[in-house]
Protein backbone atom coordinates (compact mmCIF):
# COMPACT_ATOMS: atom_id res chain seq x y z
CA UNK A 1 0.00 0.00 0.00
CA UNK A 2 1.14 3.59 -0.28
CA UNK A 3 2.61 5.68 2.41
CA UNK A 4 -0.08 8.40 3.51
CA UNK A 5 0.90 12.08 2.74
CA UNK A 6 2.10 14.58 4.74
CA UNK A 7 -0.27 16.21 7.51
CA UNK A 8 -1.18 19.99 7.08
CA UNK A 9 1.61 22.53 7.50
CA UNK A 10 0.68 23.89 11.08
CA UNK A 11 1.58 19.94 12.00
CA UNK A 12 5.05 19.79 10.10
CA UNK A 13 6.21 23.54 10.83
CA UNK A 14 7.07 22.74 14.33
CA UNK A 15 4.69 25.40 16.18
CA UNK A 16 5.99 27.57 19.21
CA UNK A 17 5.69 25.62 22.06
CA UNK A 18 4.50 26.08 25.40
CA UNK A 19 7.87 27.17 26.51
CA UNK A 20 6.93 30.70 24.52
CA UNK A 21 4.05 31.03 27.51
CA UNK A 22 5.61 32.27 30.32
CA UNK A 23 9.09 31.90 32.01
CA UNK A 24 8.96 33.07 35.78
CA UNK A 25 8.24 29.12 36.55
CA UNK A 26 11.51 27.37 37.42
CA UNK A 27 11.50 23.16 36.25
CA UNK A 28 13.81 20.50 38.33
CA UNK A 29 14.89 17.74 36.65
CA UNK A 30 15.97 14.48 38.88
CA UNK A 31 18.29 12.05 37.13
CA UNK A 32 19.98 15.18 35.16
CA UNK A 33 23.33 13.42 35.14
CA UNK A 34 22.27 10.24 32.91
CA UNK A 35 21.37 9.76 29.50
CA UNK A 36 18.19 11.39 28.96
CA UNK A 37 18.85 13.84 32.04
CA UNK A 38 21.18 15.50 29.75
CA UNK A 39 18.83 15.31 26.60
CA UNK A 40 16.20 16.72 29.21
CA UNK A 41 18.08 19.43 30.85
CA UNK A 42 19.69 20.56 27.64
CA UNK A 43 15.91 21.12 25.77
CA UNK A 44 14.89 23.18 28.74
CA UNK A 45 18.14 25.60 28.48
CA UNK A 46 17.81 25.43 24.77
CA UNK A 47 14.25 26.99 25.48
CA UNK A 48 15.52 29.38 27.94
CA UNK A 49 13.79 27.86 30.66
CA UNK A 50 15.28 28.32 34.62
CA UNK A 51 16.10 25.05 35.56
CA UNK A 52 17.46 23.65 38.92
CA UNK A 53 19.21 20.03 38.25
CA UNK A 54 19.27 17.05 40.30
CA UNK A 55 20.98 14.06 40.87
CA UNK A 56 22.89 11.91 43.13
CA UNK A 57 26.19 13.61 41.97
CA UNK A 58 28.43 16.44 43.41
CA UNK A 59 26.88 19.65 42.20
CA UNK A 60 30.60 20.77 41.02
CA UNK A 61 30.27 17.41 38.42
CA UNK A 62 26.99 17.61 37.49
CA UNK A 63 27.65 21.28 36.67
CA UNK A 64 30.09 19.70 33.97
CA UNK A 65 28.10 17.44 32.87
CA UNK A 66 25.04 19.32 32.03
CA UNK A 67 26.36 22.76 31.74
CA UNK A 68 24.49 24.61 34.23
CA UNK A 69 26.22 26.73 36.97
CA UNK A 70 26.62 25.00 40.23
CA UNK A 71 24.26 26.75 42.09
CA UNK A 72 21.73 25.30 39.82
CA UNK A 73 22.77 21.81 40.87
CA UNK A 74 21.75 19.98 44.03
CA UNK A 75 22.52 16.32 44.90
CA UNK A 76 20.01 14.37 46.42
CA UNK A 77 18.83 10.77 47.21
CA UNK A 78 15.37 9.18 46.54
CA UNK A 79 15.73 7.57 50.12
CA UNK A 80 16.61 10.43 51.44
CA UNK A 81 12.81 12.47 51.96
CA UNK A 82 14.13 15.18 53.31
CA UNK A 83 16.79 15.84 51.35
CA UNK A 84 14.30 15.27 48.51
CA UNK A 85 12.01 17.75 49.51
CA UNK A 86 14.97 20.42 49.89
CA UNK A 87 16.44 20.02 46.55
CA UNK A 88 12.76 20.56 44.89
CA UNK A 89 12.02 23.35 46.67
CA UNK A 90 12.05 26.70 44.74
CA UNK A 91 10.71 24.32 41.89
CA UNK A 92 6.82 24.73 39.97
CA UNK A 93 7.43 21.03 38.56
CA UNK A 94 9.71 17.76 38.10
CA UNK A 95 10.76 16.00 35.44
CA UNK A 96 11.87 12.45 36.83
CA UNK A 97 14.23 11.13 34.46
CA UNK A 98 16.03 8.35 36.59
CA UNK A 99 15.35 4.66 36.27
CA UNK A 100 14.65 2.04 36.85
CA UNK A 101 11.39 4.28 37.86
CA UNK A 102 10.22 1.30 40.00
CA UNK A 103 12.72 2.79 42.48
CA UNK A 104 12.42 6.46 42.10
CA UNK A 105 9.10 7.75 40.71
CA UNK A 106 7.30 7.02 44.10
CA UNK A 107 9.87 8.80 46.37
CA UNK A 108 9.64 11.92 43.66
CA UNK A 109 5.56 11.67 43.42
CA UNK A 110 5.26 12.12 46.71
CA UNK A 111 7.99 14.73 47.58
CA UNK A 112 5.73 16.07 44.25
CA UNK A 113 2.93 16.10 46.56
CA UNK A 114 4.26 16.93 49.36
CA UNK A 115 5.47 20.20 48.11
CA UNK A 116 2.37 21.12 46.04
CA UNK A 117 4.34 20.79 42.42
CA UNK A 118 3.63 18.60 38.62
CA UNK A 119 5.37 15.72 37.98
CA UNK A 120 6.01 14.38 34.83
CA UNK A 121 8.48 10.96 34.09
CA UNK A 122 9.70 8.98 31.09
CA UNK A 123 8.98 5.64 32.16
CA UNK A 124 8.23 2.55 29.80
CA UNK A 125 7.24 0.67 32.58
CA UNK A 126 3.87 -0.43 32.61
CA UNK A 127 3.97 -1.22 36.52
CA UNK A 128 5.68 2.10 37.67
CA UNK A 129 3.14 3.89 35.11
CA UNK A 130 0.05 1.86 36.41
CA UNK A 131 1.20 2.63 40.13
CA UNK A 132 0.81 6.71 39.60
CA UNK A 133 -2.66 6.25 38.15
CA UNK A 134 -3.94 3.94 40.96
CA UNK A 135 -2.07 4.62 44.35
CA UNK A 136 -1.40 9.04 43.32
CA UNK A 137 -4.73 10.25 41.73
CA UNK A 138 -6.95 10.93 44.60
CA UNK A 139 -4.08 12.57 46.25
CA UNK A 140 -3.29 14.66 43.14
CA UNK A 141 -6.80 15.78 43.46
CA UNK A 142 -6.66 16.72 46.86
CA UNK A 143 -3.38 18.91 45.89
CA UNK A 144 -4.43 19.92 42.96
CA UNK A 145 -1.06 18.66 40.75
CA UNK A 146 -0.88 17.05 37.75
CA UNK A 147 0.57 13.83 37.45
CA UNK A 148 2.24 12.79 34.16
CA UNK A 149 3.88 9.24 33.76
CA UNK A 150 5.42 8.36 31.00
CA UNK A 151 5.94 11.45 28.57
CA UNK A 152 8.64 9.91 26.12
CA UNK A 153 9.13 7.70 23.23
CA UNK A 154 7.83 4.79 24.87
CA UNK A 155 4.57 5.54 26.52
CA UNK A 156 3.81 9.14 25.28
CA UNK A 157 4.60 9.35 21.97
CA UNK A 158 2.16 6.32 20.96
CA UNK A 159 -0.37 7.75 23.27
CA UNK A 160 -0.42 11.17 21.67
CA UNK A 161 -0.79 8.70 18.13
CA UNK A 162 -3.37 6.69 19.06
CA UNK A 163 -5.55 10.02 20.87
CA UNK A 164 -4.84 12.04 17.23
CA UNK A 165 -5.94 8.43 14.84
CA UNK A 166 -9.15 7.89 17.07
CA UNK A 167 -10.04 11.36 17.54
CA UNK A 168 -14.08 11.96 16.91
CA UNK A 169 -14.61 8.09 16.53
CA UNK A 170 -17.45 6.85 18.27
CA UNK A 171 -16.16 3.23 19.21
CA UNK A 172 -12.71 2.06 18.50
CA UNK A 173 -12.02 -1.82 17.67
CA UNK A 174 -8.32 -1.86 17.62
CA UNK A 175 -5.44 -0.09 18.30
CA UNK A 176 -2.13 -1.42 16.78
CA UNK A 177 1.30 0.22 16.95
CA UNK A 178 4.33 -0.71 15.62
CA UNK A 179 7.91 0.48 16.48
CA UNK A 180 10.72 -0.17 14.41
CA UNK A 181 14.41 0.88 15.14
CA UNK A 182 17.46 0.16 12.91
CA UNK A 183 19.52 -0.65 16.10
CA UNK A 184 19.40 -0.43 19.97
CA UNK A 185 22.43 0.98 21.75
CA UNK A 186 20.95 0.59 25.20
CA UNK A 187 21.46 3.24 28.40
CA UNK A 188 22.74 1.81 31.50
CA UNK A 189 19.72 2.56 32.90
CA UNK A 190 17.54 0.79 30.17
CA UNK A 191 20.22 -2.60 31.10
CA UNK A 192 19.18 -1.78 35.07
CA UNK A 193 15.23 -1.49 34.18
CA UNK A 194 15.17 -4.91 32.06
CA UNK A 195 17.14 -6.74 35.04
CA UNK A 196 15.05 -5.39 37.60
CA UNK A 197 11.56 -5.22 35.64
CA UNK A 198 10.45 -9.03 35.19
CA UNK A 199 6.85 -8.25 36.04
CA UNK A 200 4.51 -9.74 33.18
CA UNK A 201 3.20 -7.35 30.62
CA UNK A 202 -0.50 -6.58 30.16
CA UNK A 203 -2.38 -5.72 26.77
CA UNK A 204 -5.80 -4.35 26.28
CA UNK A 205 -8.26 -7.94 25.00
CA UNK A 206 -11.66 -7.53 24.91
CA UNK A 207 -11.41 -3.77 26.36
CA UNK A 208 -9.91 -4.00 29.70
CA UNK A 209 -6.32 -4.75 30.43
CA UNK A 210 -5.00 -8.47 30.64
CA UNK A 211 -1.79 -10.56 30.64
CA UNK A 212 0.47 -10.31 27.34
CA UNK A 213 -0.03 -14.05 26.01
CA UNK A 214 2.61 -15.76 26.55
CA UNK A 215 4.98 -16.95 24.40
CA UNK A 216 4.44 -13.03 22.98
CA UNK A 217 2.70 -12.94 19.56
CA UNK A 218 4.61 -12.35 16.30
CA UNK A 219 3.80 -11.25 12.92
CA UNK A 220 5.18 -9.34 9.90
CA UNK A 221 4.32 -5.35 9.62
CA UNK A 222 4.81 -3.58 6.70
CA UNK A 223 6.22 -0.09 7.63
CA UNK A 224 6.51 2.80 5.64
CA UNK A 225 10.05 3.35 4.01
CA UNK A 226 12.45 2.86 4.27
CA UNK A 227 11.65 0.01 6.92
CA UNK A 228 9.33 -1.53 4.69
CA UNK A 229 8.32 -5.29 5.79
CA UNK A 230 9.51 -6.75 9.60
CA UNK A 231 9.36 -9.78 11.94
CA UNK A 232 7.90 -7.81 14.80
CA UNK A 233 7.44 -10.05 18.34
CA UNK A 234 5.05 -7.77 20.80
CA UNK A 235 6.64 -5.62 23.31
CA UNK A 236 3.49 -3.70 25.11
CA UNK A 237 5.34 -0.70 27.32
CA UNK A 238 3.96 2.29 29.45
CA UNK A 239 1.51 3.07 26.33
CA UNK A 240 -0.78 0.45 27.27
CA UNK A 241 -1.67 1.66 30.35
CA UNK A 242 -1.98 5.39 29.14
CA UNK A 243 -4.22 4.81 26.38
CA UNK A 244 -5.81 2.57 28.59
CA UNK A 245 -7.23 5.19 31.33
CA UNK A 246 -8.83 7.63 28.94
CA UNK A 247 -9.43 5.91 25.55
CA UNK A 248 -11.83 3.29 25.02
CA UNK A 249 -10.90 0.63 22.83
CA UNK A 250 -11.08 -3.45 22.69
CA UNK A 251 -7.96 -4.33 22.00
CA UNK A 252 -4.38 -2.80 22.23
CA UNK A 253 -1.01 -4.24 21.16
CA UNK A 254 2.49 -2.98 20.87
CA UNK A 255 5.14 -4.86 18.90
CA UNK A 256 8.82 -4.21 17.78
CA UNK A 257 10.98 -5.21 15.05
CA UNK A 258 13.44 -8.44 15.67
CA UNK A 259 16.71 -6.67 15.34
CA UNK A 260 16.59 -4.31 17.55
CA UNK A 261 15.46 -6.69 20.49
CA UNK A 262 18.75 -8.60 19.44
CA UNK A 263 21.10 -5.68 20.19
CA UNK A 264 19.23 -5.60 23.67
CA UNK A 265 19.96 -8.81 24.75
CA UNK A 266 23.68 -8.85 23.37
CA UNK A 267 25.48 -8.22 26.30
CA UNK A 268 28.30 -6.95 24.02
CA UNK A 269 26.36 -4.05 22.63
CA UNK A 270 27.77 -0.64 23.69
CA UNK A 271 26.10 2.76 24.67
CA UNK A 272 24.42 5.42 22.58
CA UNK A 273 27.34 6.54 20.68
CA UNK A 274 26.74 10.70 19.92
CA UNK A 275 27.28 11.62 16.22
CA UNK A 276 25.79 15.54 16.35
CA UNK A 277 26.86 18.13 18.45
CA UNK A 278 23.38 17.75 20.64
CA UNK A 279 24.88 14.08 21.35
CA UNK A 280 22.32 12.20 19.43
CA UNK A 281 23.33 8.43 18.38
CA UNK A 282 22.89 7.64 14.64
CA UNK A 283 19.41 5.83 15.69
CA UNK A 284 16.60 5.71 13.42
CA UNK A 285 13.25 5.04 14.68
CA UNK A 286 9.57 4.94 13.22
CA UNK A 287 6.38 4.29 15.25
CA UNK A 288 3.38 3.05 13.29
CA UNK A 289 -0.19 3.38 14.72
CA UNK A 290 -3.16 2.14 13.06
CA UNK A 291 -6.26 2.43 14.52
CA UNK A 292 -9.52 0.52 13.55
CA UNK A 293 -12.78 2.53 14.49
CA UNK A 294 -16.20 2.89 13.25
CA UNK A 295 -14.59 5.77 10.54
CA UNK A 296 -12.39 3.15 8.97
CA UNK A 297 -9.17 2.47 9.36
CA UNK A 298 -6.61 5.38 10.32
CA UNK A 299 -2.74 5.26 10.20
CA UNK A 300 -0.06 7.90 12.20
CA UNK A 301 3.19 7.43 11.54
CA UNK A 302 6.23 9.35 13.13
CA UNK A 303 9.93 8.78 12.34
CA UNK A 304 13.07 10.70 14.17
CA UNK A 305 16.41 9.94 15.30
CA UNK A 306 17.37 8.74 18.54
CA UNK A 307 14.90 7.30 20.68
CA UNK A 308 16.16 8.87 24.18
CA UNK A 309 17.13 12.22 22.45
CA UNK A 310 13.37 12.74 21.23
CA UNK A 311 12.37 12.00 24.62
CA UNK A 312 13.39 15.46 26.11
CA UNK A 313 11.32 17.63 24.11
CA UNK A 314 8.04 15.50 24.71
CA UNK A 315 8.43 15.56 28.57
CA UNK A 316 9.65 19.15 28.81
CA UNK A 317 6.43 20.53 26.42
CA UNK A 318 4.52 18.62 28.41
CA UNK A 319 5.56 20.45 31.83
CA UNK A 320 5.75 23.40 30.15
CA UNK A 321 2.07 23.34 29.56
CA UNK A 322 1.35 22.06 32.93
CA UNK A 323 3.21 24.96 34.58
CA UNK A 324 2.20 27.38 32.63
CA UNK A 325 -1.70 26.46 32.02
CA UNK A 326 -2.37 24.45 35.08
CA UNK A 327 -5.70 21.99 35.15
CA UNK A 328 -8.54 23.11 37.11
CA UNK A 329 -8.39 20.00 38.79
CA UNK A 330 -5.25 17.76 39.97
CA UNK A 331 -5.01 13.69 39.18
CA UNK A 332 -2.99 11.56 37.32
CA UNK A 333 -3.42 11.95 33.21
CA UNK A 334 -2.04 10.38 30.19
CA UNK A 335 -0.47 12.77 27.43
CA UNK A 336 -3.60 12.07 24.98
CA UNK A 337 -5.47 12.54 27.48
CA UNK A 338 -4.22 16.17 28.87
CA UNK A 339 -3.18 17.79 25.65
CA UNK A 340 -5.01 18.25 22.38
CA UNK A 341 -2.88 15.63 19.95
CA UNK A 342 -2.35 17.66 17.28
CA UNK A 343 -1.33 21.03 18.73
CA UNK A 344 1.37 18.75 21.00
CA UNK A 345 2.90 16.75 18.21
CA UNK A 346 3.34 20.30 15.98
CA UNK A 347 5.55 21.56 18.46
CA UNK A 348 8.15 18.50 18.29
CA UNK A 349 11.37 19.67 16.75
CA UNK A 350 12.80 16.43 15.34
CA UNK A 351 9.82 14.50 14.36
CA UNK A 352 7.81 13.95 11.30
CA UNK A 353 4.34 13.12 11.46
CA UNK A 354 2.57 11.75 8.46
CA UNK A 355 -1.62 10.60 8.36
CA UNK A 356 -3.98 8.82 6.38
CA UNK A 357 -6.89 6.19 6.11
CA UNK A 358 -6.34 2.84 4.86
CA UNK A 359 -8.56 1.75 2.39
CA UNK A 360 -10.91 -0.91 3.06
CA UNK A 361 -10.11 -2.61 -0.04
CA UNK A 362 -6.14 -2.85 1.01
CA UNK A 363 -4.85 -5.07 3.73
CA UNK A 364 -3.81 -3.94 7.20
CA UNK A 365 0.25 -3.43 7.41
CA UNK A 366 -0.20 -5.33 10.59
CA UNK A 367 -0.99 -9.00 9.80
CA UNK A 368 -2.85 -11.44 12.57
CA UNK A 369 -0.22 -12.00 14.76
CA UNK A 370 0.36 -15.93 15.71
Known amino acids: ?67 YPEASCRQARCEEPDALDQALRGASAVINCAGPFMD ?133 LSEIITISRHIEARSVMSFMNAAPLSDLRDAKTPPPKPVDSSGRSAQRFMMDVIATCDAGRRRMTATGQDIYAVSAPLAVEACMRVVSDPPRSGGTFAAGEMFEPRSFLGSQRGLSITSGSIPARDRSPCRSPA
Open 1 to 67: MSVPGPLADSWIRNEPGASNLRHGNVIAVYGAGGHTGRFVAQELRRRGQAAIVISRREPSALAKLTG
Open 104 to 236: TAPALIESALRLGIHYVDVTAEQRTALEAFETYREAARERKVAILPAVAFFGGLADLLATAATAGARSVEDISIGVALDSWQPTQGTRKTGERNTARRCVISDGRLAPLPDPAPKTDWQFPAPFGEQPVVAVP
